[in-house]
């Protein structure tokens, strides 16, 4: 037995198996990362982390101040202060009740809070559905936040620790949102491989702010308001900080594979079947399901077709990905969110990657699909129109002028 090979079997006896959910899994996560403050408010379908936090603690299996706020807007602001005094924090939300703490979201990334919050993204009122759209999150996709989409409960477990590396890290001190599809991901039950905590310990340092820290003992302002001629400088820092996150990232997932030996290969975005294929289709989350699905069909039926995942969607790693997305003859962009009167009508990840295009030396056509809204299952029917729509475009050389709604009603 070869050192490598021996590595790989220390490493997958000392992990345990859980048949565990999204939710449950990032709950799991704040246990082994220690986390200091977690503060809760019900609404669904986040809640089901915070329940499981709950019984953590209540088996005594996690030691950790557990607040329970009277509203949103509350446990955002609990754990933004306690990040601020040094503490390691952990809250989250969905839908309007993300929206509903979002004075509270506005204010974190300038001040420099890295706390990580558990989107669970359901459609914002009204009509109200519990089920996965994204614009609760993507509504702060300006602001600061480093936002990412994972698509499987073991995804979810490992993003966390590794949204906390890079959040804490001086270079950064950012807050991250953690995106879990409600109810696809939330709710649904798998194998989740969890780690010792020894590996976690290795891994990821205790939270220092250093001469951040808010202590009595180290007076500085907090939230200041400021002269307008200083604001631009307050905006250019958490810009920097922003771009320095690419390559903390970098750094946090080589040595997350060299200690888990779990490789996530490139960590902005996940290729599938993407070396010779003609046409991709892009997208977010667990839309990945029923689209690998439909390739694997399509394959098999000789059509060269891939994907293409986005997991950091701040930061974004426009480069690398536009110099992939230019390699291929059209572009299927599926959006679950919506960004009403934007160019093309489309959703926030069609325009984000025609800006990706931008400026490269080729420039495939891209048609840009809205699905799956509120929760709506997205079928096998549906990702094959997407592809023959896909397909018509890389055929003609040319874009439909408007966004195509896919699954709706007549």
């Excluded at 780690?195 to 290795?202: G, L």
Aim: with cysteine; aromatic share 10%; charged share 25%.
């Amino acid at each position: 037995m070869d050192a490598e090979t021996a590595t790989a079997v220390t490493v997958a006896a000392a992990e345990q198996e859980a048949l565990i959910s999204g939710s449950e899994a990032v709950a799991v996560a704040s246990r082994l990362a220690d986390v200091d403050v977690i503060t809760a408010y019900p609404i669904r379908p986040y809640d089901t982390m915070m329940q499981y936090v709950a019984k953590q603690i209540a088996n005594g299996e996690q030691d950790a101040e557990y607040i329970v706020a009277e509203s949103e807007h509350s446990q955002f602001e609990i754990a933004k202060h306690a990040s601020a005094v040094g503490a390691r924090a952990l809250c989250g939300s969905s839908g309007v009740g993300w929206c509903y703490a979002f004075e509270a979201i506005a204010v974190t990334p300038a001040l420099r809070l890295p706390l990580l919050a558990m989107v669970g993204n359901r459609a914002l009122d009204d009509p109200g559905a519990f089920g996965t759209e994204h614009n609760d999150a993507l509504a702060a996709r300006d602001l600061g936040w480093m936002h990412v989409w994972v698509d499987t409960a073991q995804e979810a477990l490992d993003v966390t620790l590794i949204a906390y590396r890079v959040a804490e890290d001086r270079r950064v001190f950012l807050p991250c949102a953690i995106s879990t599809d409600g109810a696809f991901l939330t709710h649904s039950q798998a194998l989740v491989k969890i780690p010792p905590r020894a590996w976690v310990d290795e891994f990821l340092p205790r939270y220092d702010r250093g001469d951040l820290r808010f202590h009595p003992d180290n007076p500085i302002t907090i939230a200041p308001q400021v002269n307008e001629d200083w604001l631009m400088e307050i905006r250019r820092q958490t810009d920097q900080a922003m771009r320095n996150a690419r390559g903390v990232l970098e750094e946090a997932y080589r040595d997350f594979r060299r200690i888990f030996n779990r490789d996530y290969g490139n960590p902005f975005f996940e290729e599938y079947y993407t070396d010779d294929a003609e046409i991709v289709l892009v997208g977010m989350g667990t839309l990945s399901m029923p689209v690998k699905v439909v390739i694997r069909k399509l394959r098999a039926e000789g059509q060269r077709v891939g994907f293409v995942r986005v997991r950091w969607f701040r930061p974004f790693d426009y480069e690398r990905l536009g110099g992939l997305l230019s390699r291929f003859q059209a572009v299927g962009v599926v959006d679950r969110d919506f960004s009403m009167g934007s160019p093309y009508n489309s959703g926030v990840l069609a325009n984000e990657i025609r800006a990706t295009l931008y400026g490269q030396p080729k420039q495939p056509p891209v048609v840009s699909f809205i699905t799956g809204l509120g929760g709506r299952e997205v079928t096998i029917p549906n990702v094959r129109e997407m592809f023959e729509h896909t397909r018509k475009a890389a055929e003609t050389g040319a874009s439909p002028r408007d966004t195509l709604w896919i699954g709706v009603r007549a």
